[in-house]
Nanobody
């Protein structure tokens, strides 16, 4: 069973930093894109950043210059370094991976359970 386990959320003051991590279980044949999404109360889930297996990176305009996504393919892990945090970054952050497990012949989207990030003003 594939699992994405997130860590690193918490409470921080505006201007501070947090680093999120997401580790995928090792029962995986191939991981293509990995990324982070977030959802605030009353809003739809939105893309924060994605990174492909070829290290092509995409950021939401609202986080460009402040957030950095990276991945460690050997550890099946994706990271999100968040600097200069703002109160509007407050949300539940979800890890996403488009991958193929050993138990399947197809690739699908998988999601983590979410981690809360709260930025106080």
């Amino acid at each position: 069973q594939v699992q994405l386990v997130e860590s690193g959320g918490g409470l921080v003051q505006a201007g501070g930093s947090l680093r999120l991590s997401c580790a995928a279980s090792r029962l995986i044949f191939r991981i293509n894109a990995m990324g982070w999404y977030r959802q605030s109360p009353g809003k739809q889930r939105e893309l924060v950043a994605t990174i492909t297996s070829g290290n092509t990176i995409n950021y939401a305009d609202s986080v460009k210059g402040r957030f950095t996504i990276s991945r460690d393919n050997a550890k099946n892990t994706v990271y999100l370094q968040m600097n200069s945090l703002k109160p509007e970054d407050t949300a539940v952050y979800y890890c996403n991976a488009y991958l193929q497990p050993f138990s399947s012949s197809v690739r699908s989207d998988y999601w983590g359970q979410g981690t809360q990030v709260t930025v106080s003003s």
